[in-house]
């Protein structure tokens, strides 16, 4: 809920449950200094308008947040890492998965997140708790055909790299390209056909034990820092 008061989304109101104490209260404050409506509702309302959520007795209602797009994925940002690192995920439904995804990406300063506008975890409220608000900074664009988002991405000079864990190609091989977008496939399935046939690279994360596979977030999690470190390397090699 901090998050969202410090987020990039404007928060509209503040809705708090009829006898809340505790963090309710430091929330009502910072709700005050930044001038935002505070409601005061039933449990039960709050209940149904965070669709069952754990929402501890608050909740923020935030306004509907602004349409970006693919080519917008790549404008530049001083806050972000430069030339952009982008993350797609191609139908990962798991929240807690995909919210992690998502608090990784933002943390090392990548530029956005692409995903299919069905099959996924939906961008709501339990994406930004999964991602402890993180989702409610970074952008986030869904598509009707993710293959031809990375397609459009790839002729806009964007390295498309997809993380498969039978790929022959290791992560270490991928050095810091001008712009990178890193694909991670679903929990059951990984990388639809399509969606492979768009990147340019295939690559694995190399594992010695038993089990043999990561779990999705985890894996995202060190290809993403591979790439951030290798680029912030390359840059501080400079002149």
Known sequence: MLEALDGARRVERILIAEG?????????????????????????????????????GVAAQLAAAPRETV??????????????LLLAADQVQDVGNLGSLVRTLEALGGAGLLLPGRR??????????????ASLRLPMVEVGNLARALNELRRRDVQVVGLDA???????ALEAPAACC??????????????????????????????????VAVAGALV?????RSRRA??????
């Open 20 to 56: 809340s104490r505790g963090r309710a209260s430091e929330i009502r404050e910072r709700a005050a200094v930044a001038g935002l409506r505070v409601v005061v509702v039933t449990r039960a309302e709050l209940d149904e308008l965070s669709f069952g959520g754990n929402h501890q």
């Open 71 to 84: 080519q917008g994925l790549l404008r530049r940002d001083p806050e972000r890492l430069w030339p952009p």
């Open 120 to 133: 996924s975890a939906p961008i709501s409220g339990g994406l930004a708790r999964a991602s402890v608000g």
């Open 166 to 172: 039978a790929a022959p190609t290791p992560m270490e």
């Open 182 to 215: 890193l694909v991670v496939g679903s929990e059951s399935e990984g990388l639809r056909p399509a969606v492979r046939d768009a990147c340019d690279l295939l690559v694995s994360i190399p594992t010695r034990g038993a089990i043999g596979s990561l779990n």
């Open 224 to 228: 993403l820092y591979h790439v951030a």
């Open 234 to 239: 390359e840059s501080s090699d400079g002149p």
